[in-house]
């Protein structure tokens, strides 16, 4: 499965196809001076019709799953999309009106003036393009950014792991997927969604590493945090949270169980607590968050301590029956 944006051919930005143009334009030759010059149009046709081709491809946003449609919109703005995509389109059908004219022109013209149709052509062409350029420019912004986002599929059966920052998500998605997140002993290492699947007898499971939320109001969130908001408020299936009591965690038990409580009530899914880094856990830190929830799973992602119960827990939740070893995937 593809993203919905990986199809979507990225055009070059105006003043390079302009560039591009005018660079072709002593190479193009014909039969006749007319022939010629009607050439040259028809070069530029082919450039301009690469900005129809682009918003004609662009995903139509309201027919998107709520998933695609909110990582759009954390990227820029709907309607600022929509409008750009009407101007380009705009743009992109009067600017090749524009040369179909040139070239009838040139047809029923004089041969002598066949280059002057061409150049008055070639620039008003160039200046519809230029009048449009922002917009362009930044529809070209946005899909470059989309097509890099990884495949997710909502209708797999889903894991999503979220916490806060530096907790250990990385680590249990790279010990129980073939995915290969960055790991690193810092915050915010996770940048984007990476996805992994593991495989338990005919069903294939979709484990998605969020990048760390930190508690603090909605509005205040960047767009790192909002990437995984959106993975847990629009992807079904359950949700894993893991919790870091190690002496080494950047954020205190209040913070991590504070967010705890705000993804329970955000995801309206299952919320399965893990503690991670069970085997060098702070005493204290572990004492007071027993106290604050009934009962969690104790792991280590990082030994590889709890992964099979994890993996029990995680599997009776989304109702697949266990048939074989964790960590033979």
């Known amino acids: 499965m593809l993203t919905p944006f990986e199809r979507v051919p990225v055009p070059p930005e105006v003043d390079d196809v302009i560039e591009i143009v005018l660079n072709r334009l002593p190479k193009i030759g014909g039969k006749t001076v007319k022939e010629r010059e009607i050439n040259r149009l028809l070069t530029y046709i082919n450039q301009v019709e690469k900005y129809s081709t682009f918003v ?21 703005d709907i309607d600022r999309i929509k409008i750009c995509l009407f101007n380009t389109k705009r743009a992109a059908d009067l600017a090749m009106r524009t040369l179909r004219e040139g070239i009838q022109k040139i047809k029923s013209s004089d ?13 008003r062409t160039s200046s519809i393009l230029r009048k449009n350029r922002e917009c362009t420019s930044f ?25 806060s920052p530096n907790v250990g998500k990385s680590t ?49 969130r960047n767009q790192i ?21 190690s002496p080494f965690s ?32 702070d005493e204290t830190y572990y004492q007071t968050l027993m106290k604050l929830i009934d009962s969690a799973l104790e792991i280590s992602a990082e030994k590889g301590i709890g992964l099979e119960e994890l993996k029990k827990e995680i599997l009776k939740a989304l109702g697949i029956p266990l048939n074989r070893g964790l960590l033979d995937n």
């Open 56 to 76: 004609n491809k662009f995903p139509r946003i309201e027919k998107l799953h709520p998933f695609y449609r909110e990582s759009i919109e954390i990227l820029a």
């Open 111 to 123: 041969e002598d003036q066949a280059n002057e149709i061409m150049r008055k052509t070639f620039g």
């Open 139 to 163: 529809l070209i912004k946005v899909i470059v950014q989309l097509k890099k986002m990884m495949t997710v599929d909502p209708k797999l059966p889903t894991v999503i792991v979220a916490g």
């Open 172 to 220: 249990l998605i790279s010990r129980i997927t073939r995915a290969k997140p960055e790991i690193a002993n810092y915050p915010f290492t996770t940048k984007d969604i990476h996805v992994g699947h593991i495989r338990e007898g005919d069903a294939l499971i979709q484990l998605i590493d969020t990048p760390g939320i930190l508690d603090r109001p909605n509005s205040e």
């Open 225 to 245: 945090e909002l990437k995984s908001i959106n993975a847990l408020r629009n992807l079904s299936g359950i949700t894993v949270f893991m919790f870091d009591v």
């Open 250 to 281: 950047y954020y205190g038990v209040d913070d991590q169980f504070s967010l705890y409580k705000e993804i329970r009530s955000l995801s309206g899914k299952k919320v399965i607590p893990v503690i991670n880094k069970i085997d060098e856990k």
